[in-house]
């Protein structure tokens, strides 16, 4: 689902120049096999709208996942909240299950292999078939010491069906006292419609609704078409203690006024969560997320797929200069939208990316690169789960296949240079990178919600970063070469790393390529 991430589906492709390009083109009738895998890790981003923390700096990347005290700020807990600091008569009531700390650290392991050959001496095709074992690892700490809720006693995982039928006798009671109330007032009893006991009579059975009502949306029972609340009130807590005595006030009055005494009741917790039971709460089928536990995922499978052309413009001593343009298929597998952290093996949509590259040789041994590519990304529909960037923890009552137009990337580099020997260069880089906002739109829903706004998941969807490296690149002839196969061996490393960066879901990642490339001559003159 990798809101989390962290929107980090694109960073594959943010990522995928890490080696200094040459602005070559091969030869008419040269292939060239290039194995090319590179790492890529990171467990932070660059903040944006985060609570005490300065846009732009960093921040965990579990930032979302975690909370010293976690409630409705992670979980979908707030109309049972909203519904608690009502009945106890206390609006700053905030529910605490405890403290969430979500531990994250994402890897990317790119294994491309790419196939060159020269049409003419001005250019090259080229296919790339990555393999990608995308991994996210989290390990999550949590401590209830300071909670103030446990299971809610009506749920199937706080193993206590008595509690569950005595929820369900206790709002059954409250809604026929209601009813048996209301007909006696208008039948005229209590005095009624003019007396104080009228009144008060009609202020309690008022009282009582609201009892009833929010009882169920507390503990969820009768609530048809609403998610169970996992947690409520522990017995001993002030908003415990506040709720029993809000039920007894308003029952003994209820049957002062004539109504048969009460036999349910609204049982609480006695103990706090456990670090599993926050793996229930996720996986489980009772409360609305269905979603897989916070725990390290990887998937490995085929990336997107390349299509190429490279064209020479100009080449000289001096001065080289190409033109390349490159169709990425959409063969990925995209982030489930039932995991709220894993990552895909690429966005699986289709891209259109347009470069070019520049060598100018100052000297024989001193020289630049520059190059600057721009990705055109395309329109596809997807599933995915209706819920702001801060909130990934959704219900499944949020997913919805919408139409997804991912913003286009800009990326420009330069690579000073030094020629060390005939063979070796040693170089540094420095790029920018900028991704346009996302735009979500739909949707065509999958389940029943009254209202989904699409444009959520666009929130902080724009990314910047600025990055620096450097590495090493051998080009030389084979070893015992004869004239009509003197072709080149290629190899080098390099490593990069995030400087800055903005947008809220921009991950501050470092970068290890390694290369070999291979040359053969296939057909057409060797000299």
Known sequence: MLLIALAVSNAPAALSQTQMP?????????????????YTNYDQRFAKNSPGVEDGSTEPLGTDLSADSAGANIFNLLPAETSIGSLSANPAYRINIGSLLTDMDADIRRF?????IGLTDRLTVRAEVPIVTARMNAVVAFDSTDANV???????????????????????????????????????????????????????????????????????????????????????????????????????????????????????????????????????????YE?????????SRLGDVEIGLRYQLFDSPQVRTVLS??????????????????????????????????VFVSTSRLGITVAANYTAQFADELPRRVTPPDMPLSLVTSEAVVRRNLGDMFRVSAFPWMALSDGFTVYASASYYRKNSDTYTGPRQLTVLPTLDPSLLALESSQTSV?????????????????DTELPIEAGVSYRSVFSGSGGLTPKFNTLNIYLKLYYRLFGDPN
Request: aromatic content about 6%; overall charge negative.
């Open 291 to 299: 979603l897989f536990p916070l725990t390290t995922i990887k998937m």
């Open 22 to 38: 040459d602005a070559r083109v091969l030869p008419r009738g040269t292939l060239r096999l290039t194995f090319e895998p590179h």
């Open 112 to 116: 491309p292999f790419e196939v060159s």
């Open 325 to 358: 343009t490159t169709l990425r298929l959409p063969t990925s597998t995209r982030d489930r939208v039932n995991n709220a952290i894993d990552l895909g093996t690429g966005d699986r949509q289709t891209d259109v990316e347009a470069g070019f590259e520049f």
């Open 150 to 288: 446990g299971w809610n006693q009506a749920a199937a995982e706080a193993g206590n069906l008595a509690a569950f039928n005595s929820i369900t006798t206790l709002i059954g009671e409250l809604s026929a006292a209601v009813s048996q109330v209301t007909g006696l007032i208008d039948q005229g009893a209590f005095g009624c419609p003019s007396s104080q006991q009228c009144t008060d009579a009609s202020a309690l059975v008022d009282r009582a609704s609201q009892l009833a009502l929010g009882l169920g949306v507390i503990t969820g029972v009768g609530q048809s078409g609403r998610v169970m609340p996992p947690v409520a009130p522990l017995q001993t807590s002030v908003a415990g203690v506040a709720l029993t005595s809000e039920i007894q006030d308003v029952a003994s009055q209820l049957v002062a006024l004539g109504v048969v005494p009460f036999t349910g009741s609204l049982p609480l917790p006695a103990d706090r969560l456990s670090t599993s039971d926050i793996d229930a709460i996720l996986a489980g089928p009772n409360f609305g």
């Open 467 to 483: 990055t620096f490296g450097g590495g090493i690149a051998y080009r030389g002839t084979r070893s015992g070469a004869s004239a």
